[in-house]
């Protein structure tokens, strides 16, 4: 704990993940509480995906467990009416969730790189991050069965007000782009809908200035379940309303 509080000048941090083998064999990784906090100046930070959502990981042989505090808790600021000025963030490892607010209002971020495990952004987890130009899904480390969660989605807000947002990779397995999810994302013109969505809710794309096309995925049928998985079958209203600049559409038939 506490192992680089108030490091004043830290302006980088990579924290390595573990490769998967060391964690299959028992090894941990430990991060204590406040490891970073009070580092104001920090603008470049890779982290392992167990510190962005927190996570327990097995310590030795007898099955021992310890616990990996999460985002804020590793990266705390005490002094409110400062922020934190991230320009990148890049998250190595697997991840399955962007917690809800993780990035919220960091107003320098710019590029975000995540990795092909994530299955949900979480509500408000990156609104109003003014700079932020791409967020881009790594090659590697996807799970097996990208549809093997039951939380897999876009959540309520999670990119709302990202003005100088160009281009955002969407995971392979999210269902859901949910309320609000790119709410006035005026320069939003590379979007790709992975074939595992299903629905798109209200306002969801609304004000997306930029975007011209919109090709909504037809899903995959799944012959030993016998059943269609994704293919878009709810657009909620408003949706993409005020896209000023769409000029093309494609809706598969069911």
């Not at 809800?100 to 975000?112: N, Q, S, T």
């Not at 109003?128 to 130009?133: P, S």
Request: glycine share 10%; with cysteine.
């Amino acid at each position: 704990s506490h192992a680089f509080e108030n490091c004043a000048g830290l302006t980088g941090v990579t924290i390595p993940a573990l490769p998967e083998e060391a964690e299959w064999n028992g090894w941990e990784l430990e991060i204590g509480d406040r490891a970073f906090a009070n580092c104001y100046s920090l603008r470049d930070v890779t982290m392992p995906g167990r510190v962005l959502d927190g996570q327990y990981c097995r310590r030795n042989e007898w099955g021992s467990d310890t616990y990996v505090p999460g985002l804020r808790a590793v990266f705390e600021l005490d002094d409110l009416e400062r922020h934190r000025l991230w320009e990148s963030v890049t998250v190595l490892g697997r991840a399955e969730k962007v917690p809800e607010g993780a990035f919220e209002g960091l107003r320098e971020l710019r590029g975000v790189v995540l990795p092909a495990s994530v299955r949900t952004v979480g509500e408000n987890a990156f609104r109003e991050c003014l700079k932020l130009e791409s967020v881009t899904i790594a090659d590697g480390g996807a799970w097996d069965d990208p549809y093997y969660s039951d939380e897999r989605m876009v959540g309520s807000s999670a990119f709302e007000g990202c003005a100088s947002l160009t281009r955002v990779d969407i995971p392979e397995g999210v269902r859901e782009i949910c309320d609000r999810a790119f709410y006035g994302c005026a320069k939003l013109a590379d979007v790709t809908l992975p074939e595992s969505v299903e629905r798109i809710y209200e306002y969801a794309f609304y004000g997306c200035a930029s975007l011209t096309r919109m090709d909504f995925p037809e899903g995959v049928w799944d012959s030993n379940l016998g059943e269609l998985i994704g293919g878009v079958r709810h657009i909620g209203s408003h949706a993409f309303e005020n896209c000023a600049g769409l000029t093309g559409v494609t809706i598969p038939a069911l």
